[in-house]
């Protein structure tokens, strides 16, 4: 199901009762539907064999990584990040040393003093010198993602769907013996990357310059191709690959465009991340990727993938992010040079020329993106890191709960949002009917369900109810049971909710006060036939308030 720009979107007042279970449904397995399912064994990349550096990218464990180095060095990289300076230290992964490594600051929004991203080269200093058949390192602080899951949980969806992107896992990384911090751990897209997935590295590969986004494919209307794409390896190039990948595009006929660009790969990772809500990508502004020229046709990679899977302040962005046009949801949707809105003419035509957009989202969510699949990686990815991401020092404790619990809300609202029905297996039953003052509750007012996720806990059934509100329901005599909790989707909200049962002006049940963040708390009520009255107080700013799991 598609949604409206966030400018049209409309959060409702009060939402629907709906059907309600606590079961899980085990993850399907559908084939490939029409045109996808054509082309499924065509695609780049394919099943990753075992080899050495697998054990870097180990996701089930915390890592340890040791840097010793000039402590003048290691402020300069820390606070002098801008300048990106290569300077000499020693390496140890989980014991295993590697001495006189180049180190450096990278990034471009993601340098943070104190903790900036850094890139390990292990040739820099000692010509063909690696670890474990990797010549390089990245190691991103995640000072945008909370939750240090965005990045590995998009780039595990997309290799799980034989697509190309990184490997990671997570490190605690000491500076001369001292606790600096805790890490992703990623794979660079570099010669030896390009060799393990596409089985040769003799194309070109291109990067993008830092804050010079926004040009993907569209033709060139300022500067020439090495102005907008930084050549990655030591293959000479002067970009006009890219140029006539360009042109095809945008002139060039079906036969010419094939035979200068995979436009497979665009657009299934394009796809996958646009159902993953990415507002930061090829697709959606024009960013956060590679281009390969591989074997004489331009491909792409995916990267930085922490603005995917409900960025903090965009989650209606992502939430409602269209799944035909993802750059209309785009915050950044601009050329930062030419000052033109972007748009991907790649992604346009391939859909106008027939290619199967609804076989790839019926393929990709019934695998990894099926909704109990991946909540339950999430769920593992946050249980192996929880220790070591509370201990970070850029990011409190609560802040990485919190993100865990947003994401697992965001997952569920979002793919039950592009199913266009509950994800969960969700029995149908006889739902309560409420009024608002004196007006009944839309049916299809739902904006996070249908289904419920409070604090990481699914619930088939509930009612928005938003806080402070009143709702009246007429029921026969029984005992009414549920449980009531609150939604943080504006998130940082301060606020509580007191939430209340009564019946013919009596007070059956009171809750404490309840905030975002905390598990649902369960009540049971007897109640006579006739109406019930179910009211929620306000106090702060939070009032995204819901009854769930109801039942008489």
Known sequence: MLGLPPTQATIPTVLPLLACTTSIPVPGGSE?????????????????EIEP???????????????????????????????????TANFSYDGETVADIGIRAFGAGSQVAGKTPLKLSFDHVVDGQEFRGLEQLKLDGSTQDAGFLNDPLAAWVLRDLDLPAARMSWATVYANGEQWGFYVVMEP???????????????????????????????ITWGGPLD????????????????????????????????????????????TRAMMGAIDMFAA????????????????????????LGYPGYFVNAVEMGLEEPWLWSHARYNPVTGALYSDPLYARTLAGGWDLQGWIDHATSGPLDWATIDAKVV???????AAACEDSYHACSSHERRVADL???????????????????????????????????????????GFVINGEHYCNGVYAGAPSTLVTTVEAGTLSGAVGMHDWVQYCSGTSVFSV???GVVLWQSEEIGAYEEAVAFSVDVAAGEVVLSTTLSGNCAAASWVGLGL
């Open 502 to 504: 009564s019946q013919g």
């Open 285 to 308: 502004d024009g960013n956060n990727f590679y281009l390969y020229n591989h074997r004489g046709r331009i491909t792409m990679i995916p990267w930085d993938m922490d603005a995917d």
């Open 380 to 386: 593992e990815y946050a249980d192996a890191i929880h």
């Open 228 to 271: 907008w794409y930084v050549p990655q390896t030591n293959v000479e190039t002067d970009g006009s690959d890219i140029v006539a990948a360009m042109t095809a595009v945008a002139s060039g006929t079906d036969e010419e465009l094939a035979a200068v660009v995979e436009t497979e790969p665009f657009q299934r990772i394009s796809a």
């Open 408 to 450: 697992r809300m965001f997952l569920h609202t979002r793919l039950s949002r592009v199913a266009g029905t509950e994800v969960a297996d969700c029995p149908q039953a006889t739902a309560l009917s409420f009024t608002s003052g004196g007006v009944a509750v839309a049916s299809d007012a739902t904006y996070w369900g249908p």
């Open 53 to 87: 550096s697998d054990a870097v990218f180990d996701p089930s464990v915390v890592h340890r990584i040791d840097i010793e180095i000039d402590p003048a060095a290691w402020y300069d990289i820390q606070y002098n990040f801008a300048a990106e300076t290569w300077w």
């Open 32 to 48: 490939v539907a029409g045109d996808a399912a054509d082309t499924a064994t065509e695609l780049v990349g394919g099943p990753e």
């Open 189 to 219: 897209i570099d010669d030896v990357f390009l060799r393990r997935h596409f089985e040769d590295d003799e194309g070109s590969l291109y990067g993008t310059w830092d804050w010079r986004y926004g040009q993907g494919l569209n033709p």
